[in-house]
């Protein structure tokens, strides 16, 4: 999953990219409204943490203009301000959570996975799909109960397929989810790496879609 990260404290920016790409999240970073309008409009993201306080402006002033043009994107704000008025202004402009400063910064991890998982259609953190399943909380793989050992990018990859099954993604749409925008892959890569993924967890689990994609499928029966 990528998340852009919109905050000017440098510092801030550093601590929370970090617990963030710990958690398997590639993080891209904006110092002010202006960069991450820019970004918003021309990358693809899965969410966006969005700072009040910034340097060129509002961040709800942005925040109300992205949901104006119909960017519908998850977005958790970052505050300092802890009045109830506040808040009522960040969910008026389109926020979908709210986190106040001081905070720890694994609450925003765990919220920003929250939102995302909504986003998709899944309440619960645990994400199934016949015997196949992902902790979103702890990125532990297991099939049949047992664990499944992945790695960073592999775990990435699977669960941005498990968020949106059943739906077949696009070799596309996976380059601009999973990997970092200064290092996307060509389509090799991607096919060597689900290739290493079906060896992991069944062939017949990841079907191509012939000239769409790949779809996650929760039974042997349903493969073409």
């Known amino acids: ?21 710990d958690g398997d999240w590639i993080v891209e970073h904006a110092p002010n409204g202006q960069e991450a309008d820019f970004l ?11 700072d009040v306080g910034l340097p060129d402006g509002e961040g709800t002033r942005w925040l109300t203009a992205w949901r104006d043009d119909d960017i519908t994107l998850p977005v958790l704000i970052l505050t300092a301000r802890e009045r ?14 709210y986190v106040t400063k001081p905070f720890e910064p694994a609450e925003v991890l765990f919220r920003l996975r929250a939102l995302v ?36 990018q592999e775990t990435r990859l699977l669960s941005y397929l498990m968020h949106a099954a059943p739906r077949v993604v696009s070799r596309s749409e996976l ?7 200064d290092h996307e892959p060509d389509s090799n890569v991607i096919d060597v790496q689900i290739s290493r993924l ?18 996650l499928l929760d039974a042997p029966q349903d493969a073409p």
């Open 1 to 21: 999953m990528k998340c852009l990260l919109v905050e000017d404290d440098q510092a801030l920016a550093r601590e929370l990219g970090q617990i963030l790409e």
């Open 40 to 50: 918003i409009r021309t990358e693809v993201y899965d969410a966006v943490i969005l």
């Open 84 to 97: 109830w008025s506040d808040k009522a202004a960040g969910f008026t402009a389109g926020a979908d959570d």
């Open 117 to 152: 998982r909504r986003s998709h259609g899944h309440a619960h953190p645990v994400l199934k799909l016949g015997e196949l399943s992902l902790d979103t909380h702890t990125q532990h793989v297991a099939l049949s109960g047992r664990p499944v050992s992945l790695t960073a």
């Open 175 to 181: 380059a601009e989810h999973v990997y970092d925008r």
């Open 198 to 215: 079906r060896r992991k967890l069944g062939a017949w689990r990841i079907a191509t879609q012939r000239g769409q994609g790949y779809r």
